[in-house]
Each structure stands twice: as C-alpha cells, then as structure tokens.
C-alpha cells in the first residue's frame, strides 16, 4: 500500500467547507463557570482585638448564556464579540484570629459582559480546527448588594486567555472552549457609607483589595 493511499484514507468528506470564509458569521452559547476571589490581607486589628482574615475556601459553579459574533480577518485569525450573561456565586468566609469566631457571606452576582477576543485558528484537518484565543471583557454586575460584610465594586475588566476546537458537523458547528479570566482591577468597595453598623466595618478594613478570577467553560453552536 502506497503512502499516497494511507493519507486518502485519513481524509474524510469535509462538512460546512466554506463556512469559516465568511466575512461574518454567528451562534449562540451556554456553559458553566468558577467564580473566586483573590484577596489580599492587611492584619487589621480593631480596639477589641478582633482581627478577621477573609477567604473564598469553595466554589460552586455558576451557568452562562449569550450569543456569539465572528468576524473573519485572515485565514487563520478572526475577531469575536460575545455578548454573555453570567449567574454565579462567591462563598467568602471570614475567620477572626482572635477567638476563631467565624462568619459566612454568599455573594451573588449577575453579570452583563461584553468579551472582545482575537482567536488563532490553527490548520482545519477534516472536520475539526483548534484554536487559541485572547482578549478583553468588561463587566458590569447587576445584583450588587448593601448592607453586607464586603461590597463589590458593581464595574470590573477581565483579561482572558483560554483555547478550544471547531468541530464541523453537516448541520453546525460545535465549539467547546475553557478560558480564564482575571480582573484588572480591585473591586473591593471601601467606601462603606452605607454601613449603619460600624463593628462592620473591619471587614473593609481588613482587606486591601481583591480581584476577581473566574474559570469558564463554553460551548458555541454556530
């Protein structure tokens, strides 16, 4: 048997040829994601002595929804805008060195995020394509709370980097991809003038700022 035969054979009939060549094209996504926060201490102590140190000890996972907008660039790069919608939530739990008294917050979030990515396609082999990609992603969460331990900043900006396949089927394509995403900016709010309480406030205190993480698993459907 001839090489020219044996690299036939690994050939399949391709589906959708022509579909990445469009100037645009588009689809829709859901998924799962993490949500942590990265905190840092500053050993703050009050006139009690109380002195807190604050963590996000678990995770549980949040869903994802929204639509997908590609536009083809070269053969191998495309820009893509994803308008998304993320529900999920942050577990903190706050210790107090003094006495190992311990306290619990459930964050909830809803975010509106507006991803700005560049993907690199690698070679297209039958029917599927890997790919890397990068970007941008503000975010805006609607659900910020009051009246709470810690308070979040409702505006926050993620860099994301993650990498996934285009699988081609003769109906769509699939597109499974992992990505992570890591904010830019503090979002711990310290101005707690709607603190009524002001024993609450050593939870603010204690923490100089916080950043947000967020692991994401998405599967587009084009």
């Not at 690199?120 to 331990?149: C, H, I, W």
């Not at 699939?174 to 711990?188: A, S, V």
Request: charged fraction near 20%; proline fraction near 4%; glycine fraction near 6%.
């Amino acid at each position: 048997m001839s090489l020219g035969t044996i690299q036939a054979q690994r050939r399949t009939v391709m589906n959708r040829p022509y579909i990445d060549q469009r100037r645009f094209h588009y689809g829709f996504l859901a998924g799962i994601h993490m949500q942590d926060l990265e905190l840092k201490q500053n050993g703050y102590t009050d006139a009690a002595g109380n002195q807190w140190f604050t963590e996000v000890p678990n995770f549980e996972p949040g869903f994802s929804v929204g639509i997908l907008g590609e536009l083809y660039l070269t053969k191998h790069l495309a820009l893509r805008l994803i308008p998304t919608m993320h529900f999920g939530t942050k577990n903190v739990t706050f210790r107090n060195a003094k006495n190992n008294e311990r306290q619990y917050q459930s964050i909830k979030s809803t975010y509106i995020s507006l991803p700005l990515d560049l993907k690199f396609s690698a070679e297209r082999f039958n029917n599927y394509r890997p790919y890397a990609m990068v970007g941008v992603n503000p975010m805006v969460d609607l659900t910020v709370k009051k009246q709470k331990q810690l308070l979040l900043k409702r505006f926050d900006c993620y860099l994301e980097v993650g990498f996934g396949c285009d699988f081609y089927s003769p109906w769509f394509k699939f597109i499974p991809e992992i990505k992570f995403c890591y904010g830019l900016m503090n979002i711990i709010d310290k101005d707690r003038s709607d603190v009524t309480d002001s024993s609450q406030l050593i939870f603010t205190q204690s923490v100089d700022k916080g950043r947000s993480k967020m692991i994401v698993l998405t599967f587009y459907f084009e």
